[in-house]
C-alpha cells in the first residue's frame, strides 16, 4: 500500500512530466503557427505600469508552498522588431519584451524580484486584446523566505496572461507567473505561482 509521502511524489512526477511536455508542445505550436512572412519593425517601448501577485498554497506547477508570498512590481513591456499577420483577420502575432523589478514579501521578509521575458503575443482588433506567453529568467536579492528555500537567487521564469485596452493609453490584465529553480538547485528547493493584476499606461 503507497504511502501519503509516495502518493505526493507520484503526483509531483506527473506534474513535472506534464510541465515539461506542454512546453514542447507549446514551442512546437509556435514554429508551426507562425507564417514565415515575419514584418520586421523598430523596438518601440509598448507599456508601463504597476502590478500586484499572490500566491496559494497549491501550485498549479510543482510543489506544494510552505510560505503565502505578496508581490509589488513595476513592468515595462516593449514591442520587439518582428511580428507576423494572420492573413486578413484582425489578429496577428507579435513579439515582446517584459522587465519587471520589484519587492516580493513572505514570512516578515522582503527581497527583490527582478525578472526579464522575451514572450509572444496574439493580438487582435487594433491591440484590444491580447494574450501572451514567455519563458525567461527571474533574479531574488534573497532565496529564503521562512521555511521556504528557492535553492538559488537565478530562476526559470514562466509567464501567460491576457490584456485588455478599454482605453487608447490604458490596459488592465492577469497574469500567471511561475517561477522556479527547475532541479538546477536540487529536490528540496521549491517554486513559486503567482497571480497577478497588472494595470497601466500604453504609449
Known amino acids: 500500500m503507497k504511502t501519503a509521502k509516495h502518493l505526493g511524489r ?87 519584451l517584459i522587465g519587471s523589478a520589484g519587492a516580493l514579501s513572505a514570512a516578515g521578509s522582503t527581497g527583490l524580484l527582478a525578472i526579464v521575458e522575451p514572450t509572444v503575443a496574439l493580438t487582435g482588433w487594433k491591440g484590444l486584446v491580447s494574450i501572451d506567453v514567455g519563458v525567461g529568467l527571474g533574479f531574488l536579492s534573497r532565496d529564503t523566505y521562512g521555511t521556504q528555500d528557492f535553492g538559488g537567487h537565478v530562476q526559470l521564469a514562466l509567464t501567460s496572461a491576457i490584456e485588455i485596452r478599454p482605453f487608447s493609453h490604458a490596459f488592465a490584465g492577469f497574469r500567471f507567473q511561475h517561477l522556479s529553480d527547475a532541479g538546477v538547485y536540487g529536490s528540496q528547493s521549491l517554486g513559486i505561482d503567482l497571480y497577478v493584476i497588472e494595470v497601466g499606461y500604453v504609449f
Do not use: C, M
Not at 515575419?38 to 510543489?63: C, H
Open 10 to 96: 507520484e503526483r509531483f512526477r506527473t506534474r513535472s512530466t506534464i510541465h515539461a511536455w506542454s512546453l514542447r508542445f507549446a514551442v512546437l505550436g509556435l514554429i508551426l503557427f507562425i507564417p514565415n512572412h515575419s514584418i520586421a519593425g523598430d523596438t518601440t517601448l509598448l507599456s508601463i505600469g504597476p502590478r500586484y501577485g499572490f500566491s496559494r498554497s497549491e501550485p498549479l506547477l510543482g510543489k506544494r508552498q510552505t510560505e503565502t508570498f505578496e508581490l509589488v512590481d513595476v513592468a515595462a513591456t516593449a514591442r520587439l522588431p518582428w511580428s507576423w499577420p494572420l492573413g486578413e483577420s484582425p489578429w496577428g502575432v507579435e513579439t515582446r
